[in-house]
């Protein structure tokens, strides 16, 4: 069952602008990226539904975030049918994630008050997931589908619309801009934040660091934004 409403885990979506993406079949290396991405000042992670055990993994690492009081939202991705929806949030899961669109997880989702982000690729597909309640939609992947002129294609008629990109968002200023400008509402992140080298010389203060550097941007580029917005002459 999630710890956290739906109501809280979008706003911390929203708030953050930050997802990070991993997935690790070691349950212990795991927790310590977990742990890092919490130091950082992530307040989400996406634990990926990949390889055998998976959701072994997964609860076992809910369990030892509820119980250690790790003060992160645990939620998973790569989820593509209701069943397998249905068993994490069994497992504890509060946001539910997929690269494809699906009606039945959406409902079931719904059902639970669970926030669901399904991957979409146009503006069809994101409207159809808007009409089944999800608040926030993924594009996956990101870079493939248009990348931020994507999203400022489909805000332009559609500004109420919330959209995630992941995949092909880069670990560095000039990429958070372009996503950011365009109007996102929030990145995921995956190998290019968890990165593979860092995890395999176990480095989880360097995880934490570059964690922090990509939430520091994410900040500074909406002080500037909304700086530029304020200063725009109103209608007269």
Not at 26 to 44: H, I, S, Y
Not at 68 to 90: C, F, H, K, N, R
Request: glycine fraction near 10%; aromatic fraction near 8%.
């Amino acid at each position: 069952m999630a710890r956290f409403s739906r109501l809280d885990v979008l706003n911390a979506m929203i708030d953050t602008g930050l997802v990070p993406v991993f997935y690790h079949p070691d349950v212990d290396v795991a927790k310590q990226v977990v742990q890092a991405c919490a130091k950082g000042g992530a307040r989400l992670v996406e634990f990926t539904n990949r390889g055998d055990f998976a959701p072994e993994v997964f609860k076992e690492l809910a369990r030892y975030i509820e119980r250690e009081g790790v003060e992160v939202i645990l939620g998973v991705g790569s989820v593509v049918d209701e069943p397998t929806a249905a068993l994490y949030i069994a497992y504890g899961a509060n946001f539910i994630v997929g690269p494809v669109l699906n009606e039945a997880v959406a409902r079931l989702c719904n059902r639970r008050k669970v926030a669901y982000l399904p991957g979409c690729g146009s503006a069809t597909e994101i409207s159809y997931a808007e009409e089944l309640g999800v608040e926030i939609v993924k594009i996956f992947p990101g870079n493939a589908v248009g990348g931020p002129e994507f999203v400022k294609a489909v805000l332009a008629p559609c500004p109420w619309t919330r959209i995630m990109p992941t995949g092909g968002v880069e670990a560095s200023k000039e990429s958070i801009q372009a996503w950011f400008e365009a109007g996102v509402a929030c990145v995921g992140m995956g190998s290019n934040l968890i990165r593979k080298d860092l995890v395999a010389a176990r480095d989880w203060e360097g995880i934490a660091a570059l964690v922090q550097q990509v939430l520091q941007w994410i900040r500074e580029v909406r002080e500037a934004l909304s700086e530029a917005q304020s200063q725009r002459p109103g209608p007269r």
